[in-house]
């Protein structure tokens, strides 16, 4: 890593703005028009919902209550054929039973953080491990796997589903009763928009994201290898051998890391003598994106799938982006349709902070307290090619 740059970052990216009260209705208006179904029952026998939004352009995103889960998500390809582009189940049963966090609302926090532990104010925070030593997406019974209370509503920019749920005080280790609203909404320029907010009532650390897994030619029609990928970001934070950000934040530049121009996903990820990709076994990192701290909704990454001409978008508010491209996918999972998702059959854009920022104090801060209010957006857009 000689070749890297330490860069001294700036402190305090903002992470507060305005106020917002937090509060859930159970009933939405009963005039709108979203459809909701029965989608199972939970490991403790409570009812899930599953809720399909269809815009006027017949793209349609069917989305659960439980682990706020993007179930399926129905997009044109430049013929105007439709197809689902995400992996997972027709069940709540499968995402019960074994799921590599398939379409979930992942928190309280996103990736990794070093052994399952950190320090705030001078108190140490004992985590739930899940990866080895450290906690992965939120601890053992994370936001993937908890039934949030559901509104539909319809929107001016297309029909919307609001998610709440209330984490307790101490939850997966996690200090401050959290309070987290998501708001799901198929906007009607065929983008999923996901705006989080959350308050607390400690101070706290926190950093949600989204873990779909798209195929765009598809679920379950290949792998993913010739996607093409832009990401804006000229800069990643690379790992050790156990996936834990070093600290540091290093050059994209004559690395099989700079996607600043496309490539083709395959194009590179076996290359020989990279350490990072050896360490994740691909593409497994998060890039520091261009638009800095600022908390205006940028650009993040474009993927093409030339076959279908599918393109999608990822827009968000936040300082980097998880893209990994499903390597520990293997073949041991049937999804939709009987569909078996094998090596590289999906990849992530998550939108988030940097991984283990909780411990490391160059990278922005991901604190939240009393009073402050978390905000963050990102967007899935869909288009051709
Ligand atoms: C994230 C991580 C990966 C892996 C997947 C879930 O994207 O970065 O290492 O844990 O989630 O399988």
Same mark, same amino acid.
């Given at each position: 890593? $000689?070749?890297?740059?330490?860069?001294?970052?700036?402190?305090?990216?903002?992470?507060?703005? %305005?106020?917002?009260?937090?509060?859930?209705?159970? $009933? *939405?208006? +009963?005039n709108?028009?979203? +459809? !909701?179904?029965?989608?199972?029952?939970?490991? $403790?026998?409570?009812?899930?919902?599953?809720? =399909?939004?269809?815009?006027?352009?017949?793209?349609?995103?069917?989305?659960?209550?439980?682990?706020?889960? @993007?179930?399926?998500?129905?997009?044109?390809?430049?013929?105007?054929?439709?197809?689902?582009?995400?992996?997972?189940?027709?069940?709540?049963?499968?995402?019960?039973?074994?799921?590599?966090?398939?379409g979930?609302?992942?928190?309280?926090?996103?990736?990794?953080?070093a052994?399952?532990?950190?320090?705030?104010?001078?108190?140490?925070?004992?985590?739930?491990?899940?990866?080895? #030593?450290?906690?992965?997406?939120?601890?053992?019974?994370?936001?993937?796997?908890?039934?949030?209370?559901?509104?539909?509503? !319809?929107?001016?920019?297309?029909?919307?589903?609001?998610l709440? &749920? @209330? /984490?307790?005080?101490?939850e997966e280790?996690?200090? %401050?009763?959290? =309070?987290?609203?998501? @708001?799901?909404?198929? =906007?009607?320029?065929? %983008?999923?928009?996901?705006?989080?907010?959350?308050?607390?009532?400690?101070?706290?650390?926190?950093?949600?994201?989204?873990?779909? &897994?798209?195929?765009?030619?598809?679920?379950?029609?290949?792998?993913?290898?010739?996607?093409?990928?832009?990401?804006?970001?000229?800069?990643?934070? #690379?790992?050790?051998?156990?996936?834990?950000?070093?600290?540091?934040?290093?050059? @994209?530049?004559?690395?099989?890391?700079?996607?600043?121009?496309?490539?083709?996903i395959?194009?590179?990820?076996? !290359? !020989?003598?990279?350490e990072?990709?050896?360490?994740?076994?691909?593409?497994?990192?998060?890039?520091?994106?261009?638009?800095?701290?600022?908390?205006?909704?940028?650009?993040?990454?474009?993927?093409?799938?030339?076959?279908?001409?599918?393109?999608?978008?990822?827009?968000?508010?936040?300082? *980097?982006?998880?893209?990994?491209?499903?390597?520990?996918?293997?073949?041991?999972?049937?999804?939709? /349709?009987?569909?078996? &998702?094998?090596?590289?059959? *999906?990849?992530?854009?998550?939108?988030?902070h940097?991984?283990?920022?909780?411990?490391?104090?160059?990278?922005?801060?991901?604190?939240?307290?009393?009073?402050? =209010?978390?905000?963050?957006?990102?967007?899935?857009?869909?288009?051709? +090619?």
């Amino acid at each position: 890593m $000689n070749r890297c740059l330490a860069l001294l970052l700036a402190l305090g990216a903002t992470l507060t703005t %305005g106020c917002c009260t937090h509060c859930c209705t159970k $009933n *939405g208006d +009963k005039n709108m028009n979203i +459809k !909701q179904e029965p989608f199972g029952t939970t490991k $403790n026998g409570k009812p899930a919902t599953i809720y =399909t939004l269809r815009n006027a352009n017949g793209v349609e995103a069917k989305i659960t209550n439980y682990g706020g889960i @993007v179930v399926s998500l129905t997009v044109p390809d430049r013929d105007g054929n439709f197809a689902d582009v995400v992996l997972g189940y027709n069940t709540l049963d499968g995402y019960i039973k074994k799921t590599p966090y398939f379409g979930a609302l992942v928190g309280r926090y996103g990736n990794r953080i070093a052994n399952a532990k950190f320090t705030l104010d001078g108190q140490v925070f004992n985590l739930a491990t899940n990866n080895g #030593p450290n906690a992965l997406h939120g601890g053992i019974v994370g936001f993937d796997k908890v039934l949030w209370t559901a509104r539909p509503l !319809q929107t001016a920019n297309g029909p919307s589903l609001e998610l709440c &749920y @209330v /984490s307790k005080d101490g939850e997966e280790g996690y200090p %401050g009763t959290l =309070t987290v609203k998501a @708001v799901y909404t198929l =906007t009607t320029d065929n %983008g999923l928009r996901l705006d989080y907010t959350a308050t607390t009532d400690k101070a706290t650390v926190l950093n949600l994201t989204q873990h779909s &897994y798209f195929n765009l030619a598809g679920q379950g029609n290949g792998d993913i290898l010739n996607h093409e990928v832009v990401l804006n970001a000229n800069a990643f934070t #690379p790992v050790d051998g156990t996936l834990i950000t070093t600290g540091e934040i290093c050059p @994209v530049k004559g690395t099989p890391f700079d996607f600043i121009k496309p490539h083709a996903i395959g194009e590179r990820v076996n !290359q !020989q003598g990279d350490e990072q990709l050896k360490f994740g076994g691909g593409y497994d990192h998060n890039w520091v994106l261009n638009k800095g701290f600022e908390k205006q909704l940028s650009l993040a990454a474009t993927v093409t799938e030339p076959k279908s001409g599918r393109v999608l978008e990822v827009w968000t508010t936040e300082p *980097g982006l998880q893209f990994y491209c499903g390597n520990f996918l293997d073949g041991t999972i049937t999804g939709k /349709s009987g569909k078996v &998702y094998k090596h590289r059959y *999906g990849f992530c854009m998550e939108p988030q902070h940097y991984p283990d920022s909780p411990n490391k104090p160059l990278f922005p801060s991901v604190v939240l307290r009393p009073g402050d =209010t978390y905000t963050h957006t990102m967007i899935y857009k869909f288009a051709v +090619k």
